[in-house]
């Protein structure tokens, strides 16, 4: 606020700017004379094929892809051995061939089936 009324007190509140007399009247007719006379024409950009075009040609691109995926992933399932076709390596065993792999004897094999029979009677 100081700095303000120094301001004041130096060159007093009189506003230094003016607009000469009548200057607004005609400023209109003052800018329409300065216009040019003929009229102006703006060029027209016509509008190309591939212009219009474009919104279709990017669906089709992205349709492409999609189906591009779409048939390799196909492929990729198909050459992939089904659960059908592997062939299983198991061969038949007997029962005394499992035994002596597991290290069973026949005591305990007998222990083993008198023990699940006796349970199933319960």
């Known amino acids: 606020m100081k700095e303000e009324d120094l301001i004041r007190k ?5 506003n230094p700017f003016r607009v000469p007399e009548g200057y607004f009247d005609n400023l209109s007719q003052q800018i329409m004379d300065s216009l040019p006379a003929q009229e102006v024409v703006l060029p027209v950009r ?3 094929l591939w212009y219009r075009l474009r919104p279709y040609s990017v669906a089709a691109a992205v349709c492409a892809v999609v189906f591009g995926v779409g048939v390799i ?3 990729s399932l198909q050459t992939s051995t089904p ?3 592997v062939q299983s390596s198991t061969e038949e065993y007997t029962i005394d061939q499992v035994a002596e792999y597991a290290m069973v004897d026949n005591v305990s094999m007998y222990r083993f089936i008198s023990d699940e029979s006796t349970d199933n009677n319960h």
């Open 10 to 14: 130096q060159f007093g509140n009189t």
């Open 46 to 48: 016509k509008t190309t």
């Open 73 to 75: 992933g196909y492929h």
């Open 83 to 85: 659960y059908a076709e």
